[in-house]
């Protein structure tokens, strides 16, 4: 009996997805949580930043993850991968942009295609906060400044240096101080 590959039947996402969706509240019901996704995917593709809600930017992120995988795997050619990209993307011309831009620029990608980054949180309040969706390689200037390692640089291995003589000293100091306790007593 032959058994098919999973790996090659459905795409593998980069990003935990949850199980349930979320529940958005709407007054056109699931249809209307649907469209709102609909338009956030689309304004992903068409500007690759947006600011949105927290739940809202965590759940449109799955979908952009697996339109652009299934657009990279099947490319324009395949029925599915165009309806479904005729589906999530409202502004037909970010169909082209979908094959023609994204799918070469994230065609060698090992990690996800998007970044979801917290945004500040408004006070007071304990509403989920903002979020920053981008898609990675994006034209923009980074939201999150390169970590560099400081900790060799001169001052700093000179303040290192200055911080242990101190604190040997303090403890030879408390040391005396307890022998002269002890020795008192």
Known sequence: MNQADLSKLVSVLKV???PKPRLFSSPEGPAGRLKKLSATVTALVK??????????????????????SDAIRN???HKHTMEM????????QL??????????RYQNY????????????????YQPGTAILELKGNPFPSLQPET????????????????????SAREERNAKTTESVTAGI
């Open 75 to 77: 490319g324009d050619c």
């Open 148 to 167: 560099h390692n400081y900790h060799y640089w001169l001052h700093n291995v000179l303040l290192e240096e200055a911080k242990k003589e101190f604190r």
């Open 85 to 92: 990209a005729d589906y999530w993307l409202n502004e037909k």
């Open 95 to 104: 169909v082209h942009k979908l094959f023609k831009v994204l799918v070469p």
């Open 47 to 68: 500007y690759e930043r947006i600011e949105l809600n927290y739940p809202r930017a965590e759940e449109a992120q799955g979908y952009a993850e697996r339109l652009i």
């Open 110 to 125: 090992n990690s996800s295609f998007t970044r979801l980054i917290h945004g500040p949180n408004t006070y007071p309040g």
């Open 16 to 18: 935990a997805v949850k």
